[in-house]
């Protein structure tokens, strides 16, 4: 027996502490729906959050590479070296 069947056997009964109990199983019922709603929000934002870092460093590491091609990003790592 599952949940649902549960609230149903309890909303039919004649004692009122069993049908409190059915609406309070449909309430907890709305709550963990809503909660799982939540979750698949946070995945989604989550992933989105995560494609556009991984976008931004690639977008980095590219510019670093055109750089490097044209001889700017090896200027700036042997000012660097020299720094030290």
Do not use: W
């Amino acid at each position: 027996m599952n949940a649902n069947e549960l609230i149903k056997e309890l909303e039919f009964t004649a004692i009122p502490c069993l049908q409190e109990a059915a609406t309070m199983l449909r309430q907890q019922q709305a709550e963990i729906e809503a909660l799982k709603e939540g979750i698949e929000k946070l995945k989604d934002a989550y992933c989105q959050k995560d494609h556009e870092v991984k976008k931004a460093e690639q977008y980095c590491l590219d510019a670093f590479e055109r750089g490097r091609q044209i001889g700017y990003a090896d200027g700036m790592i042997s000012r660097k070296a020299q720094e030290k």
